[in-house]
């Protein structure tokens, strides 16, 4: 949507973890996102399909497959491979980043244009699927909400930052801020430069699991609950 150094992060990791959220945007169910993620040692690899569903499927058609590979290392995420395939119906894109000593190196991508960020000024941040494995996963009771990444995605630069926790009993909810930083054209800056959003948890023993992922979009409010 997301300096890669997440501040004081304390998740929790399974082996191996499936999640399965369906996408409301105004209320209208959307699509899908389902994403895996595996976990050994510091070493992590990701996967995500979102796509669309039910009738906006007949009208809209969409689908993103992302992958990433790296490394979780007191705290601080390291990429070292992405790539995304993405159908639009009406555009496809494939693209692949490598990272070396901290700097995306574009392996794969469309024609570039001329608003686009260079790879080579964009050093310690992290892809966006990383980004949504660091948003989405587990929070720790102790620590919760404090992850404040800066994340490229091979043309567009921007923050994810978590502003505030409330903790209520067995639920908690995240407030912040995503916030364009550059690689955008003219009609996109003029459309917003920041975009609040929410989670929502419930308690899992000693940690909180989101639930509710809700965000405002240029096409309304949009919602990603777990199914």
Not at 19 to 24: A, E, P, R
Not at 30 to 45: A, F, H, I
Not at 50 to 64: D, H, I, N, R
Request: with cysteine.
């Amino acid at each position: 949507l997301f300096l890669a150094v997440l501040a004081e992060t304390s998740f929790t990791f399974a082996a191996t973890s499936k999640n399965q959220f369906n996408i409301y945007v105004s209320g209208l169910k959307v699509g899908e996102l389902d994403y895996t993620v595996n976990q050994k040692g510091s070493r992590y690899s990701i996967r995500a399909i979102m796509k669309s569903t039910g009738v906006v499927s007949v009208f809209a058609k969409y689908l993103f497959d992302g992958r990433a590979v790296g490394s979780l290392e007191n705290g601080r995420y390291f990429p070292q491979k992405y790539s995304e395939n993405s159908n639009t119906g009406k555009r496809k894109s494939n693209k692949e980043m490598a990272y070396e000593k901290g700097v995306p190196q574009l392996i794969k991508g469309e024609k570039r244009k001329s608003y686009w960020l260079a790879p080579d000024s964009q050093n310690d941040t992290i892809d966006p699927m990383t980004a949504i494995h660091a948003l989405l996963s587990d929070q720790s009771s102790e620590t919760p909400c404090k992850q404040n990444m800066v994340v490229y995605d091979g043309a567009r630069r921007f923050s994810i930052r978590l502003l505030s926790s409330t903790i209520n009993n067995q639920n908690m909810s995240c407030k912040g801020i995503f916030t364009r930083i550059g690689g955008y054209s003219k009609k996109e800056w003029a459309q917003g430069t920041q975009f609040p959003f929410e989670l929502k948890y419930v308690a899992v023993g000693n940690i909180f699991r989101l639930e509710r992922f809700i965000m405002t979009t240029l096409r309304g409010r949009a919602s990603f609950v777990r199914r």
